[in-house]
Structures are given as C-alpha cells and as structure tokens.
C-alpha cells in the first residue's frame, strides 16, 4: 500500500509540474490590423496564447472580449476563446498578427473646421481715421463733384462712424447715418447708439431707425462658423491612404490608421454639394463612398442663438433727417438642432396702430434644401 501511494504522489507531481512547464512567458512582437504595435509579453500554452488585458487597452482597443484568467494577479484573455478577432503566430518570428473589428479600435478625428490664425492683430489703442473718395463728371455740360467719406474714431471699446456724401449738383450734403458702437467680441454682441437697420424677415422689410440696438453680430469674429456643419463616420479595417472630394476636388489627403474614423465639421457654402471618400488599403483595394450634403447659411448650428432688440424713431428714407413715430423690434432665432432652427420677431408702431408678430420653424431636409414653415 504505501508503495503505491508514493507512485500515485509522484505521478501527481510530475503531472503538476509539467502542467506548471507547459505556461511560458514570451515576448510577441504584435501585429493588429497589419500595423505593427511593438512587443508585448504575453502566455503561451501549448497552442493557447494569453495577452494582458491591461497591454491590449494601452494600445487603443476599447473592448477586450473572450475569457480571462489571472496570473500573479494580472489579468490575461485567451485569444482562442475571443470570437469576434482572428489570429495567427508565427513561431519563427514570433509575431503574433490579430485582426480585431475597427470599431473598438481607437477613433481618428479629422476636423475640417477653418483654423483661427493666430497672427491676428485686435486693434485696441486709441484711433482715428477718414476714408474718402472724389467723384468728377462733365455730362453734356451737366459738370458735377461728388465727395463720399467715412469718418471714424475709437477710444477704449467705444467706437464712432458717420457716413455721408456732397454732390455740387444739387448743393447739398447728405448724411447717411452716425453711430457709436460698442463690441462685445468674447460673446459676439453689439450695442449701437445711433443709426441702425433692423434685420428683414419674409415678411417684412428692414427699418432705418434712430435709436438704440442690441443684437448679435457674427462678423465680428469672422473665423466663428454659425452655420451648420456636417460629420461622416465609416470604419478603416487597416492602415490606408484617404482622399476627400468636394465636387470632384480634392480637399484633404492623408494617411489614417485602422479604426473608426471621423471626418468632423465639414464646411463649404452654396447649396448642395457631393462629399466623395476614397479609402486605398495596403492590399492594393479601394473604396469609394458618396454623401450628398446640402450646406446654406439659412440655419444655425445646435445650440447657437441670434438675436436683436432695438427701440428707436422711424426715419424717413435714407436722404433725409426726419424721424417720426416710435417703434419697437424684437427677434429671437435659436439653433434646436442642426436640422431644426425656431424663431421669430414682432414690430410695433403705436403712432401707427402697427403690430406684427410671427413665428418661423426652419427645417433641413438632408441634401434636398430647407423648408420654411412661417405664421405671420
């Protein structure tokens, strides 16, 4: 009897400790997608292969998948038992080549947004300035000088315009309008005292008026894109070559690596336009997709606002100094979505017994244009 326990422990142990050989430690040069990643040191048993769950994250894959086990209290997954990858390995080399789903590869964002110079010089000293411009003409004997200017001076945030012109032949000078104007360039609000035109809408025109405005200015950052833009996803199985297209010319190439891509905040104008993308593999194949986007400056981005209130006298025509009644004018424009834009203004004259009030739903119809829903 205590023969043959001793043979059982004995075969217990040679059991154990060729189990116990049959686990070493390798270092794998790795290869995901066809993209060489660098070593990693990793479990091979038998032909089972094991990888740090924790080597995989740092190499960009969002989703480690199959079983795991623990080894000296790190974690490792079996690569034989994570169905959405394939792998092979080459002894010789030891390289280890998995090609793993581009969707839980890490994202390549290419944004095609303009870039704000920044060599742009903000004039914030004190200033003045004349622009000006003579006219001469000799018709037939009809001789006449016209002299059209542009005065203006700054002082802090405060700056002041007047506009005007003198024609000889009527004698007379005519001043088209003066203002002192105040810019809140961070938040892209103006405040004018003066002169000012409110803004038209389908249903009624703009007012000259003297008085007072608050509204926002978009121009006042001429690198502030307000308009909606467009994003397109697609996934890059390997490391290719990318070309973009708009109507036909090309507009961005580069070399992008395996994984999600997305090509944000593209940006053109006038109307509907053709995105191409082609995509050329290492393996000689190429992709073509095709996006019909429609762009316009109809519609705010989600989540922008425009806006102006204003408060002030009706002037009579441009040629002229006369104000008359009191009127008010209040529009409001919001961005709900890029695709769904609410607004809309109401006017007021008491002298005249004038009101008018209406709202406006914009929509983007993807590619075919933008409907206008308007209640007046």
């Known amino acids: 009897m205590g023969l043959k326990l001793l043979r059982r422990t004995v075969l217990v142990s040679f059991f154990l400790f060729s189990s116990a050989l049959a686990k070493e430690e390798v270092v794998f040069s790795l290869i995901i997608n066809a993209e060489k990643k660098g070593d990693v040191i990793g479990i091979l048993e038998g032909k089972k292969i094991y990888l740090p769950v924790e080597s995989l994250v740092e190499m960009g894959i969002k989703k480690v998948g199959g079983s795991r086990i623990s080894i000296e209290g790190k974690e490792y997954v079996d690569l034989s038992s994570w169905e959405e990858i394939k792998f ?20 390549k964002r290419i944004n095609f947004y303009p870039k704000r110079r920044q060599d742009v010089i903000v004039p914030e000293q004190n200033s003045a300035f004349l622009n000006y411009s003579f006219d001469y003409s000799n018709t037939e004997g009809r001789k006449n000088l ?27 000078y005519t001043r ?7 810019d809140d360039r961070q938040n892209l609000n103006r405040l004018i005292l003066g002169d000012f035109i409110t803004p038209a809408s389908p249903t009624t025109f703009g007012n000259n008026m003297l008085g007072i405005s608050y509204f926002r200015n978009f121009r006042i950052d001429p690198y502030f894109i ?19 297209y708009l109507d036909g010319t090309l507009i961005r190439k580069e070399t992008v690596p395996p994984g999600q891509l997305n090509l944000e905040d593209i940006y053109y104008y006038g109307g509907r336009r053709d995105i191409r993308i082609v995509i050329r593999d290492p393996f000689g194949r190429v992709q073509e997709v095709s996006y019909p986007l429609y762009f316009t400056d109809l519609m705010l981005k989600e989540g922008i606002r425009e806006f102006n209130y204003s408060v002030g006298f009706l002037r009579e025509g441009f040629t002229n100094n006369r104000y008359t009644h009191l009127a008010l004018f209040a529009f409001e424009r919001y961005g709900y979505s890029d695709y769904l834009n609410l607004g809309g203004q109401t006017i007021a004259i008491p002298g005249k017994k004038f009101y008018n009030l209406n709202g406006e739903i914009r929509i983007l119809l993807k590619h075919y244009g933008v409907l206008s829903l308007l209640a007046s």
């Open 146 to 172: 016209f002299v059209n200017h542009e005065l203006g001076a700054r002082l802090g945030r405060f700056t002041f315009l007047t506009r005007g012109f003198y024609s000889s032949e009527s004698n007379k």
């Open 226 to 244: 307000y308009r909606p833009t467009f994003d397109i996803k697609t996934l890059i199985p390997y490391r290719s070559e990318l070309e973009v």
């Open 176 to 182: 088209l309008s003066t203002g002192l104007y105040m």
């Open 88 to 107: 092979e390995f080459n002894e010789d080399k030891l390289e280890l080549s998995l090609i793993v789903p581009p969707d839980i590869l890490p994202e």
